[in-house]
Nanobody
Framework: QVKLVESGGGLVQAGGSLRLSCAAS????????MGWYRQAAGKQRELVAD???????NYASSVKGRFTVSRDIAKNTVDLQMSSLRPEDTAVYYC?????????????WGQGTQVTVSS
């Protein structure tokens, strides 16, 4: 059974940095896409950044230039380096992994890690 475990959240002052890590276990395959979503209180979950097995990267416009996503395909891990953090980055951050098998897409989520940015 696939399990995603995040680490690295916490409390940081505005302008600071944090690094989130996510490790997938229980899979015998590499994921097509791995990435990070976030959900702030009272808001919908939104994509922060993701990266495909081919190296295509997507960033939310609000984090471009401040966040960097990276992954190790062999280890099934994905990291998110967050810099120049703002109070509006405060949210629960979720690791996401997606596998496409002959057009059938399966998605997994981590349990979430809280990131709080104080002003």
């Amino acid at each position: 059974q696939v399990k995603l475990v995040e680490s690295g959240g916490g409390l940081v002052q505005a302008g600071g940095s944090l690094r989130l890590s996510c490790a997938a276990s229980g899979s015998s395959f590499s994921f097509n896409v791995m990435g990070w979503y976030r959900q702030a209180a009272g808001k919908q979950r939104e994509l922060v950044a993701d990266i495909s097995s081919g190296g295509t990267i997507n960033y939310a416009s609000s984090v471009k230039g401040r966040f960097t996503v990276s992954r190790d395909i062999a280890k099934n891990t994905v990291d998110l380096q967050m810099s120049s953090l703002r109070p509006e980055d405060t949210a629960v951050y979720y690791c996401n992994a997606e596998h496409n098998l002959f057009g059938r897409i399966t998605t997994w989520w981590g349990q979430g890690t809280q990131v709080t940015v104080s002003s």
